[in-house]
């Protein structure tokens, strides 16, 4: 049985910084990542990162603003936020599945559907 435990998140002014941290207990996955959902929103991907080689695919509206990696023997995702912007705050939800990177024919952006497992959700807000 695997699950992901989320930590970090709260909230912080526009320009601010944050860290998320996520770890897998149970069977690793290929691939890691987080996605967020905002109030009325769909889920969106906001970066992934596969576990075997450690490439990383991020969504365009957070390239140069955050950045995800790996720790302790992969079995940990971190997920480093700077600049950030009132359009940042949703509930971020780490997900974790048996994707192939795009360069081995997979998707991106991956959809949610293609991720087996949920953390319980960690909220983040920005005020401006």
């Known amino acids: 049985q695997v699950q992901l435990v989320e930590s970090g998140g709260g909230s912080v002014q526009a320009g601010g910084s944050l860290r998320l941290s996520c770890v897998e207990s149970g069977f690793g996955s290929s691939c890691m990542g987080w996605f967020r959902q905002a109030p009325g929103k769909e889920r969106e991907v906001v970066a992934v990162?596969?576990?075997?080689?450690?490439?990383?695919y991020y969504a365009d509206s957070v390239k140069g603003r955050f950045s995800i990696s790996l720790a302790n023997t992969k079995n940990t995702v971190n997920l480093e936020m700077h600049s950030l912007k009132p359009e940042d705050t949703a509930m971020y939800y780490c997900?974790?599945?048996?994707?192939?990177?795009?360069?081995?024919?997979?998707?991106?952006?991956?959809?949610?559907?293609?991720?087996?497992?949920w953390g319980q959700g960690i909220q983040v807000t920005v005020s401006s």
């Open positions: 997900a974790a599945g048996p994707l192939l990177p795009p360069l081995y024919g997979g998707n991106w952006p991956p959809a949610p559907s293609d991720f087996n497992y």
């Open positions: 990162i596969y576990t075997g080689g450690g490439s990383t």
